[in-house]
Nanobody, 123 residues
Framework: EQLVESGGGTVQAGGSLRLSCAAS????????IGWFRQAPGKEREGVSY????????SYADSVKGRFTISSDNYKDTVYLQMNSLKPEDTAVYFC?????????????????WGQGTQVTVSS
């Protein structure tokens, strides 16, 4: 079982990035996938979640209206489209998976984690 993130980079404030999370080794449409981020000196926080079973989604208040999570179950991939990026969005972004068909926000419930991808937003 593996999750691999891609799509991070450096962008100016107001710009956009799309992160991808490619899954392998498990039945993708029976999992909830979450995006989490961790900035230096700060605790890890949940950003967005999607149930690949029914497509339900959830977002942290800090990203609502700017980020959009989606899944392509044919490609076993979840995307995080990030628009109107702010310097405070700078962090390492991780995707994680848990065997559940409903939204779970507790990071401790996630069994599989990617290696992370750096997102840097300059002011």
């Amino acid at each position: 079982e593996q999750l691999v993130e891609s799509g991070g980079g450096t962008v100016q404030a107001g710009g956009s990035l799309r992160l991808s999370c490619a899954a392998s080794g498990f039945t993708f449409d029976e999992y909830t996938i979450g995006w989490f981020r961790q900035a230096p000196g700060k605790e890890r926080e949940g950003v967005s979640y999607i149930s690949t079973s029914d497509g339900s989604t959830s977002y942290a208040d800090s990203v609502k209206g700017r980020f959009t999570i989606s899944s392509d179950n044919y490609k076993d991939t979840v995307y995080l489209q990030m628009n109107s990026l702010k310097p405070e969005d700078t962090a390492v972004y991780f995707c994680a998976g848990t065997y559940a068909t409903w939204i779970i926000k507790d990071a401790a419930a996630y069994n599989y984690w990617g290696q992370g991808t750096q997102v840097t937003v300059s002011s």
